[in-house]
């Protein structure tokens, strides 16, 4: 994960398979506070519906998804934070 | 002063119909359920469903579960550990190469770490009694609870009934009465109850929930340790066993044919890694080896993949070569026939 110029985090998910790219989103998200804006650009088209799935039974918002020739980018923000 | 107390249960998810209904049953009784679902990289879910192109994009099940019944999922990815049970498996492998005693144990081990690490109560599956041969019979279902070191703390609602109480029930944080008395290899309980709890949807039982049960994927599996000389795998061997047509036209090569546009797009990834064969001017797979090739080994791979390009009628059909580290070739090569295609080449 890297932080990009516009201040988003962005998760390099290309060529991995689902359910890589959802592991690796869960995985980054654990570690950011709550808002924070994270990118994931992905080429298996699985991540539309898998990503909104697992974002939507933690909490955290999906803000956009399109499609970039062959790519496939998510905007997610992560939802509020609340102790277990 | 408010002495209740939420108890917590994790749901092992395959993306069944069973575990389904076990995490149903316990969330009905007010238990606080989170899933945890496991990959192997040798599961069912994703992976080449995404791949081919004209498969409609696949969802991942367990993720569809969680979604229908509002709980979080948690992924966890086992990969390097997992390796250890595929490969020395204790109480040996069931009819192709999964190991699903050592399996299941395995993952209830991790998910009693879980439960610890995350201050968890129990953890709950949807194993039934005899529903499969070697991991759900009523000897090996006491051996998994304590090899896995769950113990009592493992709680199967599907057929709890059959199994003498364990810590939850003792305890009254769920209510025995209302757990399933199931055993067998039916379904009509199973769908029974689903019709009960309202689920029209859910994805169909399968014969397994990974490729380590299916036939024809660990032929490839035991070809590549075969010819490796040693058993061992890493996480891209065995993500490109599911992608492609393998054929071994001689023992020291072999070809990954991508069948379509999907599976061409998803090998285009690892053309850096390997040496890759495309017809040119023509619609044709790309082509993966592994393996050192001679000269002649290289025209035999070309006039192959040539057989499965548009061109494969043609009198001469350009194949460009691509190596590690050296510039692409172009050979020009004469397409095999249908018959020159050997079926035993075929993994
Ligand atoms: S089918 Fe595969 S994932 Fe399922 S128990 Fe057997 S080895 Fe494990």
Not at chain 1, 69 to 75: P, T
Not at chain 2, 17 to 39: C, P, R, Y
Not at chain 2, 235 to 263: A, C, Q, S, T, Y
Not at chain 2, 333 to 343: C, E, H, L, T
Request: hydrophobic share 40%.
């Amino acid at each position: 994960m890297i932080l990009n110029k516009s201040g988003i985090f962005e998760i390099n998910a290309r060529n991995l398979l689902c359910p890589l790219p959802v592991i690796r989103v869960q995985d980054a998200i654990k570690t950011l506070p709550s808002f924070t804006k994270v990118k994931v650009i992905a080429t298996d088209p699985g991540v539309k519906y898998d990503i909104p799935a697992w974002c939507k039974v933690h909490g955290h918002s999906i803000l956009s998804i399109d499609n970039v020739e062959r790519e496939i980018v998510i905007l997610i923000q992560v939802g509020e934070r609340h102790e277990r | 002063m408010n002495n209740y107390k939420q108890y917590k249960a994790i749901s092992l998810i395959s993306g069944g119909l069973d575990s389904m209904l076990a995490t149903k049953l316990i969330l009905d009784q007010g238990i606080h359920v989170e899933g945890i679902n496991f990959f192997t990289g040798f599961c069912v879910e994703g992976h080449t469903h995404a791949i081919r192109k004209h498969d409609k994009p696949k969802r991942n099940n367990a993720l569809w579960v969680a979604e229908q019944l509002n709980i979080k999922l948690h992924i966890i990815d086992i990969v390097e550990e997992y390796k250890n049970i595929v490969l020395n498996p204790q109480y040996g492998y069931g009819a192709h190469l999964n190991p699903c005693l050592d399996c299941k144990i395995f993952m209830i081990k991790k998910a009693k770490e879980w439960i610890k690490e995350n201050n968890f109560d129990f953890i709950i599956t949807g194993e039934v009694i005899g529903q499969r041969p070697k991991s759900q019979r009523k000897e090996t279902m006491p051996l998994v609870a304590t090899a896995s070191q769950a113990h009592d703390l493992l709680l199967r609602p599907l057929c709890a009934k059959l199994l003498p109480p364990t810590l939850p029930e003792r305890q009254a944080w769920v209510d025995r009465e209302k757990l399933g008395n199931i055993s067998g290899r039916g379904r009509k309980p199973q769908i029974n109850m689903a019709e009960q709890f309202g689920i029209k949807e859910y994805a169909q039982p399968a014969g397994g929930c990974c490729f380590l049960t299916d036939e024809k994927y660990t032929a490839k599996l035991q070809d590549l340790w075969d010819t490796q000389g040693k058993r061992h795998y890493e996480l891209d061997d065995i993500l490109l066993l599911k992608v492609g047509r393998h054929l071994r036209p001689k023992p020291n090569f072999k070809m990954i044919i991508g069948r379509e546009e999907g599976e061409n797009n998803y090998l285009e990834g690892y053309k850096k890694q390997f040496t890759y064969l495309r017809v040119l001017e023509y619609v044709g797979p790309l082509v993966l080896i592994e393996g050192e090739l001679s000269a002649e080994d290289l025209y035999l791979a070309a006039r192959i993949t040539a057989r499965f390009s548009g061109g494969k009628t043609a009198s001469c059909v350009k194949v460009q070569v691509g190596r590690k580290e050296s510039d692409p070739l172009e050979l020009e090569v004469k397409p095999f026939s249908a018959d020159d295609i050997k079926q035993e080449w075929y993994i």
